[in-house]
């Protein structure tokens, strides 16, 4: 029960981090970068590519909580 409790306190703060940006722009634009693929890029409106700051910001944020995105998406 522990381990659970701790596994869904790291999901809420991932979720806290993306609150502050567009969920689907977010989710897209780190996974074309980790990707190293244009393919994610093309998003229909209102969606939009995360500038390179705040897609920068985002994974500073993602990282500070000792997630480790590019494992995840290989």
Known sequence: LED???KQ?????????????S???GLKSIIAHEKNSNKW???MPP???LPKEELH???EK???L???ISKRLS
Request: no cysteine.
């Open 9 to 21: 306190n790291k999901l809420t703060s991932l979720r806290r981090v993306f609150e502050n940006y």
């Open 47 to 49: 969606f939009d590519v």
């Open 41 to 43: 890029l093309h998003m």
């Open 57 to 59: 910001e985002l994974k």
């Open 4 to 6: 659970a409790m701790q």
């Open 23 to 25: 969920f689907v722009s």
């Open 66 to 68: 000792g997630l480790d």
């Open 62 to 64: 993602i990282n500070d």
